[in-house]
């Protein structure tokens, strides 16, 4: 009597397009330009493939468990590198590489992601950490209470009819250079973006168009700066009430040239070291440690608070225009419980 195989003859379909797909949709955002970059993460990709259809049944991407990835280790590890052995590095690279196309393949499909890969890592600390040099510290970030009281201090420097009283007009206190400065650090918070970033924003730079209040900028068009393209993040919806009432202070103080936040009324930019001593004082003025500028904490926790928040791991890495192989300084942290806002 004939009996139906447990998984369907097309099984190598699926596991082709779930990885051609992952990969078009990396170059569309540019974050994978590399034509060697593309041949590896293939030839990473054809193993892994090659081992599942290998077995009996197939391993099928949809029911991909941690005892597949655990029996799939250890079938490569022990062996002479020329067979294909597995480092602890390259074995770093394959797991998260699975989990990526994993993630992107519940996306396309609908349904609930595979996590095999992402907890199979989390069980084995000497593989998710194969790239992390033993000095090599875990990003510095805001606590929620420190996030918030920072958030406070900052929108102080915008209305807010809310209020009553001293409080609701304090806004109109504040000189266009210390409105410049908190905004500046909102940015950094609301928005992830880095010092340079923030320095080399334009007045094009504010989006408001498409958000869900007239007028408030939801995202910023940052420059690319000849080694990233240009790229867009979003911005928290109280980091938007602040650029909007700046914009509106910038246009009434006449301020000249494109630079979204210049150093003088004539536009000139603003420099590296007259920016971080800003953003220093008004970290000191909210009550928060100021060591060595701690803007740099501000990106971290907008980067923690995405990835807590479910965001995927290429979409955050494209906010903050980096490579999304430099995210794992902040899995580090995700995989364990952080109190981050």
Not at 146 to 162: D, G, K, N, Q, Y
Not at 195 to 210: E, I, K, Y
Request: glycine share 6%; hydrophobic share 45%; charged share 20%.
């Amino acid at each position: 009597m004939n009996t139906l195989p447990l998984f369907a003859p097309h099984s190598h379909e699926n596991h082709r397009l779930a990885f051609d797909r992952w990969l078009a949709d990396q170059r569309a955002a540019g974050s994978l330009r590399q034509t060697g970059s593309i041949a590896v993460y293939r030839d990473m990709w054809g193993s892994f493939v090659a081992w599942c259809l290998g077995q009996s049944p197939a391993v099928d991407l949809d029911t991909l468990d941690m005892r597949d990835l655990e029996a799939f280790q250890a079938a490569r590890f022990g062996m002479k590198a020329a067979d294909q052995s597995l480092s602890p590095r390259h074995a770093l690279r394959l797991l998260r590489l699975i989990d990526r196309v994993l993630r992107h393949h519940a996306a396309e499909t609908g349904s609930a992601p595979n996590t095999a890969a992402a907890d199979w890592l989390a069980v084995h600390p000497d593989i998710r950490y194969a790239e992390a040099a033993q000095s090599d510290p875990l990003p510095d970030f805001l606590s929620v209470t420190e996030a918030r009281r920072l958030i406070t201090f900052l929108s102080e420097a915008r209305p807010r009819p809310a209020l009553s009283g001293p409080r609701r007009d304090a806004y109109s206190a504040f000189s266009w250079q210390q409105l410049r400065n908190r905004t500046a650090v909102a940015l950094q918070l609301g928005g992830g973006l880095a010092p340079g970033d923030v320095r080399a924003l334009t007045t094009f730079a504010p989006v408001s168009a498409g958000g869900r209040v007239r007028d408030r900028p939801w995202k910023v068009a940052v420059p690319g700066n000849g080694n990233l393209p240009p790229r867009e993040t979003p911005i928290a919806p109280w980091a938007g009430e602040l650029l909007q009432h700046w914009l509106q202070v910038r246009a009434q103080a006449n301020i000249l040239g494109n630079h979204l936040l210049p150093s003088t009324l004539s536009g000139k930019p603003w420099s590296k070291e007259a920016h971080y001593k800003a953003a220093r004082a008004v970290l000191e003025e909210a009550g928060l440690d100021a060591t060595d500028g701690g803007s740099f904490r501000l990106r971290h926790t907008f980067a923690l608070r995405q990835l807590r928040r479910g965001t995927p791991v290429e979409q955050v890495a494209r906010w903050l225009g980096i490579d999304p192989e430099a995210m794992l300084k902040y899995s580090r942290v995700v995989v364990a419980p952080a109190d981050v806002i």
